[in-house]
């Protein structure tokens, strides 16, 4: 069985400043490892995916995160954030070689303030 | 249309009526889902259906019933629920390939339902 813990349920920081929002996950098997972005009453869009390969993943909106196996760790970053950047975003794995069935950490809110 | 289409968007039920959500995705994709949103929990996958066959059913209460008519469309029939079943329903799809799984999922805007 797979988890996620996502270690900031809340993450406030100003326009303009670097950000990291951090994901821990436990699995027994190799996975698949996906940052989504929910904004208010909207679904769920994808900014990055780790499948294999290079461990650091470039995804949309200039976000990046880096897939740490020894710390089973996949933290998303962005260099300057900003104000549109305020939304919801969800960690998730999946098994490899299976459906798609996603295990969710619980979020972490960011908050960019001017 | 592109992408992943749920309808409705809103939806307040009576614990005593009756009502389905849909969902349409264009994308050509062979397996779809069904995950609830609550307040407060992580998102929950409930359905996984392949080649409109149910794959999976995460102990998911038989007031919620799926329905899977061909591999475009995805149906979440609903009776006799609870107030503790208000959530935002989400839909996704994917394609699943043999030997490397599926790779990515594409979700829906979501149907707000609230069941008083």
């Known amino acids: 069985a797979q988890s996620v813990t996502q270690l900031d349920s809340q993450v406030p920081v100003f326009e303009e400043a670097p950000v990291e929002l951090r994901c821990n996950y436990s699995?027994?098997?190799?996975?698949?490892l996906f940052w989504y972005v929910q904004y208010p009453n909207q679904g769920l869009q994808l900014l990055l995916k780790?499948?294999?390969?290079?461990?650091l993943v470039k995804g949309i909106n200039g976000f990046e995160a880096e897939f740490n196996k020894s710390q089973t760790s996949f933290h998303l970053r962005k260099p300057s954030v900003h104000i549109s950047d305020t939304a919801e975003y969800f960690c998730?794995?999946?098994?490899?070689?299976?459906?798609?069935?996603?295990?969710f950490g619980a979020g972490t809110r960011l908050a960019v303030h001017p | 249309e592109t992408g992943v289409t749920q309808t409705p968007r809103h939806l307040v039920m009576g614990m005593t009526n009756k009502k389905s959500l849909k969902c349409e995705q264009h994308?050509?994709?062979?397996?779809m889902y069904w995950y609830k949103q609550s307040a407060k929990k992580p998102l929950e996958l409930m359905f996984v259906?392949?080649?409109?066959?149910?794959?999976e059913n995460n102990s998911v209460p038989s007031r919620f019933s799926p329905e899977c008519p061909n591999s475009s469309h995805l149906f979440l029939h609903l009776h006799t629920l609870q107030p503790e079943d208000s959530a935002l329903y989400l839909c996704a799809s994917s394609q699943e390939e043999v030997r490397l799984g599926s790779t990515e999922a594409f979700f829906g805007q979501g149907t707000r339902l609230t069941v008083v």
């Open positions: 699995s027994s098997v190799s996975v698949y």
């Open positions: 780790y499948l294999s390969g290079s461990t």
């Open positions: 994308l050509g994709h062979n397996a």
């Open positions: 998730a794995v999946s098994d490899r070689g299976g459906y798609n069935k996603l295990i």
């Open positions: 259906y392949s080649l409109e066959e149910r794959v």
